[in-house]
C-alpha cells in the first residue's frame, strides 16, 4: 500500500543521514523522495510502499527521532474522498496548471524538483474531473496522522503559489 | 570582554555543570588537549584497559544511578571500540554521554591518521550524534546531549571533538541548569483512555502485569506495587525489568519467555488482560507470537510511541512516563472504591500458586558437583538486601534472573537486548564508582570474562572492591546448549578447557583469588570474599553440563516449554558426548 511520508527536520546532514538509515532499516520501499533545505531546516517528502501494518509504527518512529519533527503521514485515497494530491510534474507538467485551474484556493504544502504536495480546499472532496485514478505521477490522498502542532501545513522549502 | 578558555577547558566546566563526579576513558592523541585540561579539573577520571570497557562502565554506572554514564575516548579505533557498549545501552534504554576525539577539523574527511567517520557509526548506535564544529558550541551541545539521553526513552548520545575545537579559546555561554535535570517525557494519554483502562482491569478475572526495564527507568517501583496490590495482579517481569518488584512477594512471578518458570508462562498463555508496562514484547519474551497470551486483551504503557503496536497487536495504549501513568490508573481505581477481590481473582492466584508446586524452578541440589544454581542461590542469601549484582551473558546469566532474590530496582545490571559478552565485568566497575560503600557483585561465565578480564588491573590501581565469580564450566555454556538440544549434540568450537587459571591471572594482578570445586566449600568461600573490602575473585568450577531449563524451542510459544533433559540421559553420557572430539 502507497503512503507518502511528509517530515522537517533540524538543518543538519547528521538527521538526514539517520532518516535514510531509519528508511533502509525499516524496510521501506521508497518509491519516490525528495528534499529541500532552507536555513531553517530541511524537509522531505517520501512515497513509500509498506504494508497498513506497519504504518503507524513507521510514523510514531520518526516523530520520536532526534531532530525530525512535524512528521505527517498520508495513505493512497483512490476517491473522491481525497483531500491532498501528490503530483510528480516531471511526469506531466500539464497537471500542476489542471489542479490550479479546476481547484482555485488549493494550497501548495511542499514543492520541489518538481514534486509538488496540494491540499484541495474543494469542501474537501476531489473532483472526479482530475481525481486522476491510476494516472502515473498523480497520487490522491488522505491525511492519517500528523504530529505537527501547528495549522500552518507548509514544510520549510515549501514553494508559495 | 569576558575570560577566554580552550574548548577542552569549556568542555569539563560543562560536564561539572551536569554534576558528572566521574569518567570512564582512555587517552589517545587527539584528546591529549582534553587530558591535560582534566589533569587539574577536579573530576575523577578511571583509565580502563579497553575503551569497550568505557562504555560498559558509563553503563553499570547509570543503571544503577539514573543517571548519564559518561564516558571518553580517542579518535579512530578508540571510538570505534566503543560502538559495542553504545549498541547495547540503545537497546536497553541507558543514558550514556559518549565523548570521542576526532582528527583536527581541516584533516575531516581526508583519511587522516586515527580518523574515523564516527558519527556516521554512531547513527544506528545511538538516539543522537553531534560533531562539533566550534568551541563555543560546546555548552550547549553538552547540555543538548545530556537532556537527549535521559529524555523520553533514554538513550546513548555520541559527542564528536575534533582537536582543534578542544584547542581553540573562546569566551563561552552556558545553558542555565543541568540537560538531565529536566527530561523530556510527553504524555499522550487522557482521562477517558485511563478511566477505559481501569475498565478493563476491574472486569477482568485473570489479569496479569508484564513489566520491563521501563519502570526502572521511570522510577515507578513504587506506584508498581501499589497497583498490583491494590487490584491483586500478579507480576512477571523481563529481564530487563528485574528488581522493579520484589521477587519475594507473593504477587511475583518471576521472570517470563525463553527461560521463564512453567507457571510464570502458564500464566502468560491463561491471562485474560496483560497490561504491559515498560516493556516491548521482545522475542526472547513472546516466543511465536500467535501464541503469546492469546486470550488476554491486552494494554500497554510506554513512554516511545514507536513500541505500541510494534511487534504485538494491543487493544489499548497509554503513551507516557510509566510514573505518572501508575499513578494515574491507581488514583482512578481509589476513587471507584472497589478495593475486594473478587472470587475470580482469588481462584486465579490460587491457579498460578498450583503451577509454582507442578514444576518449580529446581536443580539437583544434592550433586557432589557444584552446581551453579547453588553458587547463585548462596550469594542472593548471604549478600546484602541492596547488593548490586551484574551478570555476563549466557547460561548464568539465566541462572542468575531465575535464582537470585532481588528485592529493589537498580540492584541488576545485564546486557539484556544485545546480549553482548564481556558485558559483566566493566558493569559492575561502573556501579561500583557510584557506590563505593555496597556491595557488587560480577557473575561472569569463563567465555565473557576472557573477553573483558584486562580491566582487573583497573579495579586493583583504584580500588574498586568489585567481587567477581567466575562460573566456570569451561565452556561456552549456553551455546554448548543449544548444540546439545537443537543441534544433535554436534558440539563446535565451544571448548573452553584451554583458559587462563583464573586464580593465578587475579593474583598476577594483585587480587585475592580462590577456587571452589566442592559443594561443601561455596558457602564459606562466599562469606569470606563478601566480607572482604577488597577486590576479590572466586573461580567456581560449575557442573559442564548443566543445562539452563525451562526453554522454549525457536520457532514455539510459551505454552511449548521444555521443562528439563529427556529423561533417559545420564550424566555420564552428556559429557562423553561433551568432550569427544
Redesign the interface.
Known sequence: MQWLLTLESDRDPIVICRLMNIFRRKGLTIETMTLAAKPEGYSCVTVVDTPGTDIDHIFNYLRSTEGVFNVACYRHEPSSAASYVFVESNANPESISRILETLPGSKIIFASHGKYLFEIRSEGRLPQSISGLGEPGFLPLSRVKTSRQRSQMELVGAISS | MGKSFTGSEILLESLRRQSVKVIFGLPGGAVLPLYDALYSAGIRHLLVRHEQAAAFAADGYARVTGKPGVCLVTSGPGATNLMTGLTSALMDSIPVVALTGQVPASLIGKDAFQEADT??MA??ST?????VRKAADIPSVIHQAFE?AVS??PGPVLVDLPKSVLMETTEPSYPAGAGADRPRRLREWNEGEVRRAVDMILESNQPLLYVGGGVISAGASGELRELAELAHIPVTTTLMGLGSFPSGHPLSLGMLGMHGAYATNTAVCHCDLMIAVGARFDDRVTGRIDGFAPHAKKIQLDV???E???NVPVDLALVGDAHETLQALVAEIRRRGKLSVPPERHQWLQRIESWKDEHPLAYDKYSSIVKPQYVIEKVSQIASEDAIIAVDVGQHQMWTAQFYNFRHPRTWLSSSGLGTMGYGFPAAVGAQMAFPDRQVIAFVGDGGFQMTLNDLATIVQYRVPVKIAVVNNRSLGMVRQWQEIFFEKRYCDIDLNFSPDFVKLAESYGIRATRVEHRADVEGAVRDFLSDREPRLIDFWVDPAENCYPIIPPGASLGEMVLGPPRFLVEEEVLDDLWAV
Open positions: 558519527v556516521g547513527l544506528p538516539k543522537r550524534a553531534f560533531l537527549i523520553g526513552r516511545d510511541p514507536s505500541v503496536n510494534k
